[in-house]
Nanobody
């Protein structure tokens, strides 16, 4: 059974940083695409960043240059380093996994974590 457990969310002021983590189990972690999505209250879930089995990453335009996605296959752990945070980054952040593709399309992803909240105050 696939399990994804996120951690690292919290409250920060604008301009600050946070690092999110997501530990995966129950699947062949190193073979899968891993991704971060977020959902703000009243808004649709949007893709933030993804990283495939070859460590090739993709970012949404809204976070490019500020966020960095990485993975440690030895620890089955996905990271999202978030710098220069803005109030519009406030959302619940989810990690997700997919064996087929690695686009930032939530419809592609089969398994999701429970989310970790990020709040950025101005």
């Amino acid at each position: 059974q696939v399990q994804l457990v996120e951690s690292g969310g919290g409250s920060v002021q604008a301009g600050g940083s946070l690092r999110l983590s997501c530990v995966g189990s129950g699947f062949s972690y190193r073979m899968y695409c891993m991704a971060w999505f977020r959902q703000a209250p009243g808004k649709e879930r949007e893709g933030v960043a993804s990283i495939d089995s070859d460590h090739i990453s993709t970012y949404s335009d809204s976070v490019k240059g500020r966020f960095t996605i990485s993975r440690d296959n030895a620890k089955n752990t996905l990271y999202l380093q978030m710098n220069v945070l803005k109030p519009e980054d406030t959302a619940m952040y989810y990690c997700a996994t997919d064996i087929v593709g690695c686009e930032l399309d939530s419809n592609e992803y089969d398994d999701w974590g429970q989310g970790t909240p990020v709040t950025v105050s101005s």
